[in-house]
């Protein structure tokens, strides 16, 4: 864990370069669940190159701005989820399936065909450039289990349980990987437990606890109400959330700015540290330092501030670069703000 009071993070995505990713063509669509190679403007044989170079550019912008956890920013993937899942044995990428979103309307996803398996590292490389090319604490997301079975057409398995604890052993394959190339943090995004707490309830804790089973490292958990380009509307409280009381993991990363939310249910987790969300993504406004600073402070009467990391809502990737580095900004100042309040320093 960093030495740091409130060390700040982006919870995974940084904003793609336009000349990286179409970024109109992204924005007016739903996250893509399978590969839309489409939307690189680079050729394949120099995507890689150009990949690295963006995350480069990534880095460096989160350094400049003063966090205190480093991300890839997500610069290789067309959403947080589909790079990997589509990466997996079992699926039939030629003929892909429909599953609704969580905005209530269908979108292309994995149709699973076969029993899922991991066939290699999908993400080691990532971890090891990223290792690389900073001296500060790294983070990499991975997608859940749970959200993978609900963005999946099951053609194969007797139900959705049985699935998603195949799609669980693969992230556990990938989340020691992920380890061993150097990350200091794996954080698991699993959104569609907001999304479907029913289902969640039903078998997605088993398999979140079995993706972690036998990990060692700090892990992170990532659940949201869906990015702010394409869910605008926040209930104030989580469907699924105390529940997570008996996860594995040691982390849960949760939005409060957008929805206002009531932050006494961080009671109901008194073990894991609160990835806090502080930065309103659905605002294209840069929030004020005295803003971050108040969004933190409703959450320390329920929470100790040891147990904090402060962090945007949800991932940056549909705001602009300009509007993410000034979020980060103010995130980092907001923070430093409390840091001062609780510890007496200048």
Known sequence: MVNTLLPTSLVGSYPQPDWLIDRSRLDSRLP???RATELWRIAPERLEAAQDDAT????????????????????????????????????????????????????PVPRVTGRIRRRHAVEARDVAFLRANTDRMIKIT??????????AQNDFYKDEAEMALDYAAAV??????????GADFVQVDEPYMQARPEKAREYGLEAVNRALEGITGTTALHICFGYAAHQHNRPNGYSFLPELCRCKVRQISIETAQANLDTSVLKDLPDQTIILGVIDLNDQRVESPETVAARIRRALPHV????????????????SREVADGKMRAMVEGAAIVRRELTGAA
């Open 172 to 181: 556990n394959e990938e989340i020691r990987d992920l380890f061993a190339a």
């Open 142 to 151: 991975v997608p859940g289990p749970f959200t993978m079975a609900q963005q």
């Open 56 to 107: 480069l550019l990534a880095i460096r912008a989160q350094e400049r701005a003063g966090l205190d956890i480093i991300t890839d920013g997500e610069m290789r993937r067309e959403s947080y989820s589909n790079r990997f899942a589509t990466a997996l044995e079992g699926v039939d990428l030629d003929n892909p399936g429909s599953a609704m979103d969580r905005t209530g309307k269908p979108n």
């Open 304 to 319: 100790n501030p040891e147990r904090v990391i402060v962090a945007p809502d949800c991932g940056m990737k549909y705001l």
């Open 32 to 34: 893509p669940r399978v």
